[in-house]
C-alpha cells in the first residue's frame, strides 16, 4: 500500500526552499494587514510539497487482529457528590501478546478513564500523583480558572494531591488531559499518561446523533510509538528534539487495532494524541464522511469531506455511515501515504438508527469580533531545540502577554519560515475555546468555522483568532509538538 519511506533523520525538502525564497507579495485585500502580505508563499505548492523538514517514518499497517479497546468510564467517588478521583500511576500493560510493557496511566496502568461532564455540572477532582517524579494533571480545552487548569506552575511531587473544582460552562465536546510538567511532558504523555474528557449538554442530548458509547459513538486516540527489541517504550532512545515518532501505532492502546461495527452511522472522535506526528484521515475506498464537531464544540452544519487532517492534540468527531457503504470490500481509515490505521469489520446487524441534523449549532464570528484590531502577535520560529515563540524561549518567570477576562481580543499567530522552509507547529491556549477567523486573510476552511484550542499553522502562514478567557490566572500558550513545548516554545498569558 504506497511507498514507504524509512527514514529516521532530517532529509530537508527542496521544495519548501523553492516556496521560501518567492518574493511574490500580492497585496491584500480583504484586510489591512502589514504582517501578511510580504513573502507569501504559493500556497500550491505549498500544498503538494512537504510541509515539514523531516520525512517522516511511514506507520505500520495495522494487521487488524486486535479488537480496539474502549477506555472505561470514570464512575465518581459516590453518588450524590460530582467528585471524582485521578491518579496518575506507573504499571505494566501487555501491549504484544506476552510480553509487558512498561507504563504510565491514569487509574490503571496505560492511558486513562473516560471522564463524562454534563454542562452546568459543578465538578470536583482529587488528583493524585503516584509517579516517582513530578507531575500535573492539565484539563486540555476545558474553560476553568488558572489554578485548576495543570500547567507546569502546578506540579504535584510524588505522592502529593491535590482537589480542583470547577463549573462545567462550555457546550457539548470531546476534550482531553494530560500531564505538563515542565520539560517533561513529552516524555510522560509518551508514556501513557492522557485520558478523554466527554463534555455533555442539552443539545448534544437532542440531536439524536450516535451516543451509545463504545457502540456508535466511539473514541479513537491516534498515538505512534516506536517499541524496542524488548517490546519497551525508550523515551530517550526514540526521542528527537523536533517531535518523536514512531513507526506503530496505537489507537487507544491497542496495537494493530481493528472495529467492529453494525451497518449504522458510526460516530468516531478523533484525538490527535500524538506527540508529534501529523494524520490525514481517510477511508480507504475514497467513500466521503460528514465532519460535526471541531476540538470544542458543534460544527452548524455537518460538513462533507473525504480526509481530514488532525496536527497534535487537535480533535474532530465525524461520522462515517456503514449502512450506505458498500461492505462487500475491506473498509478501513487510513493516512494519506495508505498505511491501514483502522480496520472495520461490518457486522451483519442493522444497528441503532441515528441521524445527523442539518443544523447542529449557532457558531458565528460577530460584527465586533470581526472589527477587532490585533492585539497580540504571536511569532512561532525554529526547530529542533532552537524553538521559539517572539524570540524567546519559555521561562516560568515572564509574563509574555495580559489580558482582561471576558474581554475579546485578537491575536494574530505567524508562522515564520526559515532557511529549510520551516514546519507546520500545531499551537495551542490553556483555558478556553476561541474562534479561528482567518488564514492568510481568508476565511478558514468550513471544518475549522467551529470553537478551536489548537490548530495548525504552515510555514509563512498568519493566522488570527478572536479569543476570550473566562476565568482569571496564567495560561501557557504552546506549540503542542511536544517536544518543541519542552524545549521551550511556550509562553504565559496573565489573565486578569
Ligand atoms: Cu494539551 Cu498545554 O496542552
Ligand atoms: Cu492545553
Ligand atoms: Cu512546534
Known sequence: MGLKIKITALAISILVISGCSSTNSEPDEEMDHSMMSDGKMDHGMMMEGHMSHDEVVSLNDSTGEN???????????????????????????????GTETNTFGYNGSFLGQMLRFEKGEKIKIRTINELDEETTFHWHGLEVSGDADGGPHDALKPGEEKVIEFEVTQEASTLWFHPHPEGKTAEQVYNGLAGLIYIEDDNSKSLGLPSDYGKNDIPLIFQDRTFDEKNQLNYSAAMNDDGTIGDTLLINGTLNPKLTVNKEKIRLRLLNGSNARNYTFKLNTG??????????????????????TLTPSERAEIVIDFSQLNTENDLALISEDGSVLLSFEISDQSGAISKIPGKM?????????????????VELFGMMDMVTINGKKFDPERIDFTQQQGVTEVWEIYNKPDMMGGMIHPFHIHGTQFKIISRDGEEPPENERGWKDSFSIKPDETVTIAIQFKHKGVYMFHCHILEHEDNGMMGQVKVE
Do not use: C
Open 67 to 97: 479488537e480496539l479497546k474502549i477506555p472505561s468510564q470514570l464512575k465518581r467517588d459516590n453518588e450524590d457528590d460530582v467528585a471524582y478521583t485521578v491518579s496518575a500511576q506507573k504499571g505494566k500493560t501487555e501491549i504484544f501478546d
Open 287 to 308: 467513500d466521503s464522511f460528514v465532519q460535526i464537531a471541531t476540538d470544542g464544540g458543534f460544527l452548524n452544519e455537518p460538513v462533507l469531506l473525504k480526509e481530514v
Open 361 to 377: 449549532n449557532n457558531f458565528a464570528l460577530t460584527e465586533e469580533e470581526l472589527d477587532l484590531p490585533v492585539t497580540k502577535k
